[in-house]
């Protein structure tokens, strides 16, 4: 099975409502699993389905140390605080900025099995449930920006951490 490409961020697409999803289907089913290889391949945290062209309300999320989460139809229904966090997206590689998230989000939606799930998170998981679902909303990121001059270049991790072992040769 072929990786979906990520839609990059120039992409209208990405600027587009995602649908709701009336019934979870076996196309569902394929999309989420796509999704996830998609997600795994870029070395991501989170993706939304407009990141790979399908215009449907589902994200799948991987933070360290727990399972993939799949959120069909997901919201956010409670925030709470806010902190200064780093940022990124799998649709512009290579680039972060700094933006404002809420500390603590809680989110709904329906698991790949169709059960209604709540999910109450903060750090890492809350930020990406934010990113994620303002994905399927049509915004990005960089839209909390005042300027895209914001952006700064990263150095993608591979590519530092081969350097790093380079290095520890010479």
Known sequence: MAIKPIVPIDNPLLRRKSKRVRQIDGSIQRLIDDMIDAMHSAHGVGLAAPQVGVLQRVIVIEVPEQEVVALINPEIIRK?????IEEGCLSLPGYRAMIKRAAN???????REGKERRIKADELLAQALEHEIDHLN???YIDYLESLDQLYKVEPK??????SELKGQL
């Not at 989000?105 to 698991?111: E, L, N, P, Q």
Request: net charge neutral; glycine share 14%.
């Open 138 to 140: 049509g915004v990005l």
């Open 105 to 111: 989000v809680t989110a709904k939606g329906r698991d």
């Open 80 to 84: 709470a605080g806010e902190r200064l």
């Open 158 to 163: 591979e590519k530092v951490a081969v350097e």
